[in-house]
Protein backbone atom coordinates (compact mmCIF):
# COMPACT_ATOMS: atom_id res chain seq x y z
CA UNK A 1 0.00 0.00 0.00
CA UNK A 2 2.00 3.54 -1.02
CA UNK A 3 1.94 5.68 1.26
CA UNK A 4 1.68 3.46 4.09
CA UNK A 5 3.61 3.91 7.63
CA UNK A 6 6.34 0.91 7.69
CA UNK A 7 6.59 -0.30 11.24
CA UNK A 8 10.60 1.03 11.10
CA UNK A 9 8.86 4.22 10.72
CA UNK A 10 6.45 3.71 13.58
CA UNK A 11 9.60 3.07 15.53
CA UNK A 12 11.66 6.14 14.72
CA UNK A 13 8.72 8.20 15.89
CA UNK A 14 8.30 6.40 18.70
CA UNK A 15 12.23 6.73 19.62
CA UNK A 16 11.98 10.58 18.72
CA UNK A 17 9.07 11.41 20.92
CA UNK A 18 10.95 9.20 24.00
CA UNK A 19 13.87 11.26 23.29
CA UNK A 20 12.02 14.36 23.73
CA UNK A 21 10.21 13.52 26.50
CA UNK A 22 13.82 12.71 28.04
CA UNK A 23 15.08 16.36 26.89
CA UNK A 24 11.98 17.85 28.24
CA UNK A 25 12.38 15.63 31.93
CA UNK A 26 15.73 16.64 32.20
CA UNK A 27 15.11 20.79 31.16
CA UNK A 28 12.20 20.44 33.89
CA UNK A 29 14.50 18.72 36.77
CA UNK A 30 17.12 21.28 35.93
CA UNK A 31 14.26 24.13 35.67
CA UNK A 32 13.77 22.90 39.47
CA UNK A 33 17.10 22.91 40.78
CA UNK A 34 17.70 26.51 39.12
CA UNK A 35 18.79 28.42 42.39
CA UNK A 36 21.37 26.02 43.75
CA UNK A 37 22.64 25.13 40.23
CA UNK A 38 23.02 28.76 39.24
CA UNK A 39 24.89 29.57 42.76
CA UNK A 40 27.17 26.31 41.86
CA UNK A 41 27.72 28.07 38.34
CA UNK A 42 28.03 31.63 39.81
CA UNK A 43 30.90 30.34 42.10
CA UNK A 44 33.24 28.12 39.65
CA UNK A 45 33.00 30.96 37.38
CA UNK A 46 34.35 33.14 39.59
CA UNK A 47 37.05 30.97 40.37
CA UNK A 48 37.90 30.16 36.50
CA UNK A 49 37.69 33.92 36.46
CA UNK A 50 39.68 35.10 39.09
CA UNK A 51 42.61 31.89 38.31
CA UNK A 52 43.19 33.70 35.01
CA UNK A 53 44.62 36.73 37.30
CA UNK A 54 46.01 35.33 40.29
CA UNK A 55 46.53 31.87 39.75
CA UNK A 56 44.23 28.73 40.84
CA UNK A 57 45.43 29.09 44.71
CA UNK A 58 44.45 32.36 45.71
CA UNK A 59 41.60 32.32 42.93
CA UNK A 60 40.27 29.23 45.33
CA UNK A 61 41.31 31.02 48.32
CA UNK A 62 39.18 34.37 46.82
CA UNK A 63 36.20 32.83 46.57
CA UNK A 64 36.63 30.64 50.23
CA UNK A 65 36.66 33.67 51.59
CA UNK A 66 34.18 35.04 49.61
CA UNK A 67 31.73 32.55 50.31
CA UNK A 68 32.46 32.82 53.96
CA UNK A 69 32.65 36.54 54.55
CA UNK A 70 28.48 36.17 52.49
CA UNK A 71 27.58 33.56 55.14
CA UNK A 72 29.25 35.47 58.14
CA UNK A 73 26.67 38.30 57.45
CA UNK A 74 23.54 37.72 59.48
CA UNK A 75 21.20 39.44 56.84
CA UNK A 76 23.00 37.57 53.69
CA UNK A 77 23.12 34.48 55.32
CA UNK A 78 19.15 34.37 56.18
CA UNK A 79 18.29 35.73 52.73
CA UNK A 80 20.72 32.50 51.36
CA UNK A 81 19.08 30.35 53.66
CA UNK A 82 15.51 31.36 53.09
CA UNK A 83 15.73 31.25 49.51
CA UNK A 84 17.55 28.01 49.32
CA UNK A 85 14.30 26.27 52.16
CA UNK A 86 12.02 28.67 49.68
CA UNK A 87 13.41 26.32 46.98
CA UNK A 88 13.14 23.11 48.64
CA UNK A 89 9.93 23.54 49.51
CA UNK A 90 8.40 24.20 46.06
CA UNK A 91 10.33 21.16 45.18
CA UNK A 92 8.42 19.46 47.72
CA UNK A 93 5.36 20.50 46.89
CA UNK A 94 5.91 19.70 43.10
CA UNK A 95 6.20 16.39 44.30
CA UNK A 96 3.34 15.88 46.07
CA UNK A 97 1.16 18.05 43.94
CA UNK A 98 2.26 15.05 40.93
CA UNK A 99 1.96 12.09 43.33
CA UNK A 100 -1.54 13.13 44.03
CA UNK A 101 -2.24 13.16 40.36
CA UNK A 102 -3.64 16.28 39.98
CA UNK A 103 -3.27 18.50 36.96
CA UNK A 104 0.00 19.81 36.47
CA UNK A 105 -0.93 22.98 35.00
CA UNK A 106 -2.27 24.76 38.71
CA UNK A 107 0.72 22.98 40.24
CA UNK A 108 2.36 26.76 40.25
CA UNK A 109 -0.35 28.35 41.12
CA UNK A 110 -1.35 27.99 44.47
CA UNK A 111 -2.41 30.61 46.95
CA UNK A 112 0.18 31.09 49.43
CA UNK A 113 -0.81 29.54 52.68
CA UNK A 114 -1.32 31.71 55.75
CA UNK A 115 -1.21 30.76 59.25
CA UNK A 116 -4.61 30.73 61.27
CA UNK A 117 -5.78 33.19 63.23
CA UNK A 118 -8.30 32.84 66.31
Request: aromatic content about 6%; charged content about 20%; some cysteine.
Amino acid sequence: MPGAPTPAAAHNRSADSDAVRLAVGVGRALWRWRLELTLVVALVLAQVLLAGVVGGFASGLLVGTGVVGTLMVPTSRAWLLRALRAARVRRAWWRAWTDCELPRVRAGRVPRSRPARW
